[in-house]
């Protein structure tokens, strides 16, 4: 995966799920992101031409993907998952992907948003981990 950097553009970042996979864009000039709504994924598989769409449409200078460790900082089969999704990505698109260390976005998003659709909430948790990355990358 690539480096992380205060690179001009637009940046979207990923919540990775096994049945929706969350969705926010971002950058860094006014370090802040608005979430999506989030893609459908079977066992962790989007639809590739939803995601190719949306890169489409946003056409992203980088992508972040949420890697979910333990509170211990070890990793657990999600972040194996959440590592192949990122893999595929770069590979699929051509687009610098950067991992963003994750722990408790989907219960922070959860808890911002208690009324939100489950679904929003997706999104809501990719937008804390592209904040997350854009105020590590700016320090």
């Known amino acids: 995966m690539a480096k992380a950097g205060a690179e001009a553009g637009l940046i979207l970042a990923f919540d ?6 969350g969705w926010a864009t971002g950058q860094h000039l006014t370090a802040s992101a608005t979430a999506g709504s989030a893609l459908a994924a079977q066992e962790g598989t989007p639809n590739w031409q939803a995601v190719q769409a949306l890169l489409e449409e946003w056409q992203p200078v980088r992508l972040i993907v949420g890697l979910p460790l333990n509170m211990d900082e070890t ?8 590592r192949r999704f990122a893999r595929r990505l770069e590979g699929r698109f051509g687009i610098p992907v950067t991992l ?3 722990r408790l976005s989907s219960r922070e998003a959860g808890e911002r ?3 939100r659709d489950r679904n929003d909430r997706h999104g809501e948790a990719a937008r804390i981990i592209l904040e997350d990355y854009l105020r590590q ?3």
């Not at 990793?75 to 959440?82: G, I, K, S, Y």
């Open 16 to 21: 990775f799920g096994l049945r929706h996979i």
């Open 100 to 102: 963003q260390d994750e």
């Open 75 to 82: 990793e657990n089969d999600m972040c194996t998952r959440a």
């Open 137 to 139: 990358s700016a320090s």
């Open 113 to 115: 948003f208690p009324h």
